[in-house]
């Protein structure tokens, strides 16, 4: 059981690059969410989804897409990355609120650095 | 949107003593309150939550309180050890969808 895991582990893009982050959970969660953490400003949610064929924006989605073809996977895309996406990304998971627990496990984090 | 607030930044004290965090946030739509501890270099790990229907909840070591009317809860540290020197992260959410986050608290547990 790898619980949530994240590829890859870091990354460096130049601006205009695109990229494809990955988020994997074999716990079965309905939830997913990414998040990006900024020194000094926490964790910010950037989209979220309550389930697989669901997409919703969080507090920062300018700049991403995201996808969930599949309940196990989660992906988040840059199009056309800048400096201001320089950032730790943290995937995460959760049964969410059909599920009855609110839990959420976060995934190890991708460091990505836009040059 | 919801707008989380977090005191202090930084937090020094010493082996033994207590600690407390505190927060507020400002939708009264918020009914799920999480606290996560987060290692330097690591990922955030949950540690204690409370819901909109409850006063308080207690595990072990660490306790959180929630004032539902003035909108604020506080995570309680009892006992520190240098272990739980770590970042400390609240958060509110209003049905499990969106997660908003404190910009955290450094606690620092000196021996």
């Known amino acids: 059981n790898a619980g949530v895991t994240q590829t890859p582990k870091f990354r460096v893009l130049k601006t205009g690059q695109s990229m494809t982050l990955l988020c994997a959970q074999d716990?079965?969660?309905?939830?997913m969410y990414w998040y990006r953490q900024d020194p000094g400003m926490g964790l910010r949610l950037i989209h979220y989804s309550v389930g697989e064929g669901t997409t919703a924006k969080g507090e920062v989605p300018d700049g991403y897409n995201v996808s969930r073809l599949k309940k196990q996977n989660f992906l988040l895309g840059l199009e056309s990355a800048a400096p201001s996406q320089t950032s730790v990304y943290f995937c995460a998971s959760s049964y969410g609120l059909a599920g009855g627990s609110e839990t959420q496990y976060f995934g190890p984090g991708t460091r990505l650095l836009v040059l | 949107g919801e707008n989380v607030e977090q005191h202090p930044s930084t937090l020094s004290v010493q082996e033994g003593d207590s600690a407390v965090i505190k927060c507020t946030y400002s939708d009264s739509a918020s009914n799920y309150f999480p606290w996560y501890k987060q290692e330097l270099g690591k990922r955030p790990q949950l540690i204690i939550d409370?819901?909109?229907?409850?006063g308080e909840k207690k595990d072990q070591r660490i306790a959180v309180t929630l004032n539902k009317t003035a909108k604020h809860f506080s995570l309680h540290i009892t006992e520190t050890q240098p272990e739980d020197s770590a970042v400390y992260f609240c958060?509110?959410?209003?049905?499990?969808?969106?997660?908003?986050f404190g910009s955290g608290t450094k606690l620092n547990v000196k021996p």
């Open positions: 409370i819901r909109s229907n409850v």
């Open positions: 958060a509110a959410s209003s049905n499990f969808n969106k997660f908003y």
């Open positions: 716990m079965n969660h309905e939830y």
